[in-house]
């Protein structure tokens, strides 16, 4: 794998929401975290329809991280990705997050063609315990690196390291949808990788598709002493697999990691 140069993390600021659906490669410094964020919107277009933003606050000792692949384009994108920002911002300060999905399932925009939605998935950072919340909205699984044991796994709500298990529908088909979140232990060294379809959907010269078990297998493969260095290899590795042949979609990847030294 080729290796990356490691750019200076950008430290986001108490109550700073960062991020949105432009282009962008970089890292972020985040309470107990560093994430590596890149996001290609399709045919380089000024703007996709993919959202990612990360937020920190509570003295420092939360950090929030949302992932959204909004099916619509132009006005309800636009939509979705100011409600994301305000509510990334509205509950900076709090823990529990079932609430925030809830209440971004029901600001969901109606369109004139129908009801638009989206997939989402929300994590949480607590810097004092290491405990990582997650709420899925129809979202794709993540991946989780445990430093522990060296293996790469999906992050879902049935995994047996999960305390809870429910699985919430995509955002915007059924107002008042309940969420909930569930959580697992972050060690240091571990890395959870959140994505869209635009990368685990990629396809081949012969129109085979790499899936989730082909993007979990290319995973195993990639360096994971730094989140950067893993994104750039998976990336790099989608690449190869697609063998020349054109994304299809947007491609969002966020890779976080907890870092050894708890921020206070």
């Known amino acids: 794998m080729m290796s990356v140069a490691e750019p200076q993390p950008y430290a986001l600021s108490c109550l700073e929401v960062w991020g949105g659906n432009q282009h962008v490669s970089a890292l972020v410094e985040l309470p107990g975290l560093r994430a590596w964020v890149e996001s290609a919107p399709y045919k380089e277009a000024n703007g996709g329809g993919d959202l990612h933003y990360l937020s920190a606050c509570n003295n420092g000792v939360v950090a929030r991280v949302a992932l959204a692949d909004v099916s619509g384009h132009g006005a309800e994108v636009s939509s979705i990705a100011e409600s994301l920002r305000t509510l990334m911002r509205e509950y900076v300060n709090y823990w529990d997050q079932s609430e925030f999905m809830q209440r971004l399932n029901n600001a969901f925009p109606k369109s004139e063609s129908g009801i638009k ?20 909205a129809g979202h794709l699984p993540p991946l989780w690196f445990r430093a522990a044991t060296n293996t790469w796994e999906f992050l879902r709500e049935d995994s047996p390291a999960a305390r809870g298990a429910i699985e919430g529908l995509p955002l915007g088909l059924i107002p008042g949808t309940a ?76 890779v976080l990691q907890r870092q050894a030294t708890q921020s206070a």
Request: charged share 25%.
């Open 179 to 254: 969420y909930q979140q569930t959580a697992v232990q972050l060690d240091p060294g571990d890395l959870v990788v959140l994505y869209t379809d635009g990368v685990s959907e990629a396809f081949d010269k012969d129109d085979k598709e790499l899936g989730l078990e082909g993007l979990l297998d290319l995973a195993r493969r990639v360096p994971t002493h730094s989140p950067a260095a893993a994104g750039f290899a998976l990336l790099a590795a989608v690449d190869e697999f697609r063998g020349g042949e054109p994304r299809r979609d947007d491609a969002t990847v966020v």
């Open 117 to 136: 939605y989206a997939s989402a998935v929300i994590l949480g950072y607590y810097t004092g315990s290491g405990e990582l919340l997650f709420t899925n």
